[in-house]
C-alpha cells in the first residue's frame, strides 16, 4: 500500500483537538483536492477542524450537531495507518456534505443505501485504489465497519467493488 506524507499522533489525551493537530500531510492527496475543488479550500477548512477524541474504541466520524470530527483513542492509537487514513478521507467528505448543509443521517434510507455515505465511499474505495490496494485489501478495510454481512454485499455492489475472486 503506498502511502506518502500522512502522519498521525497517536499520543493525544481525551479533548478536543486541532484535526491538523493530530492528522497532517492531506494537502497532497489527489481525492481530498477534488472533493474540496482546490488545496486553499481544502486548508481553510482542515485549519478549523476540530477533532474530539473521546475515550471509546469506535472508529472515525461526524458529530451530526456540531460538524465536528470525533475519535476514539484507543482506535486512534491501535488502526492501520492506511485504514485511518482511509477514514480521514471519508470523514472529510461528510465534513464538507455538513458544509454544503446536506443530510448526514437521513433515516428514510438504510445506510448502505443512504446517497451520503455513497458518496463518502466511492471518494474512499478510489484513494485505496489510487494507493495500490487490491479487492481483497479493500473489503478488509470495508469489513471494519459496522455493517453485516448482507449490507457489504449491498454496499460493495453500488460503490463498485468486486466480491472475492
Known amino acids: 500500500m503506498r502511502l506518502s506524507g500522512f502522519k498521525v499522533r497517536r499520543d493525544v489525551r481525551t479533548g478536543e483537538q486541532k484535526f491538523i493537530g493530530v492528522f497532517s500531510g492531506l494537502d497532497n492527496s489527489p481525492t481530498l483536492l477534488r472533493v474540496f475543488g482546490s488545496k486553499t479550500n481544502m486548508l481553510k477548512i482542515a485549519q478549523h477542524l476540530k477533532l474530539k477524541v473521546e475515550d471509546s474504541d469506535w472508529g472515525l466520524w461526524l458529530d451530526r450537531d456540531t460538524g465536528t470530527v470525533c475519535v476514539g483513542r484507543r482506535y486512534l492509537q491501535t488502526a492501520l495507518v492506511g485504514f485511518l487514513y482511509l477514514d480521514v478521507i471519508h470523514v472529510l467528505v461528510h ?18 443505501d443512504r446517497p451520503t455515505e455513497l458518496e463518502a465511499y466511492r471518494y474512499t474505495i478510489e484513494e485505496a485504489r489510487r494507493m495500490g490496494m487490491n479487492e481483497e485489501q479493500i473489503l478488509k478495510y470495508l469489513r471494519i465497519d459496522a455493517v453485516d454481512d448482507s449490507e457489504l454485499g449491498k454496499l460493495m455492489e453500488k460503490i463498485g467493488v468486486k466480491t472475492r475472486l
Open 95 to 112: 465534513v464538507k456534505q455538513f458544509l454544503e448543509g446536506k443530510e448526514l443521517y437521513d433515516q428514510t434510507f438504510e445506510y448502505v
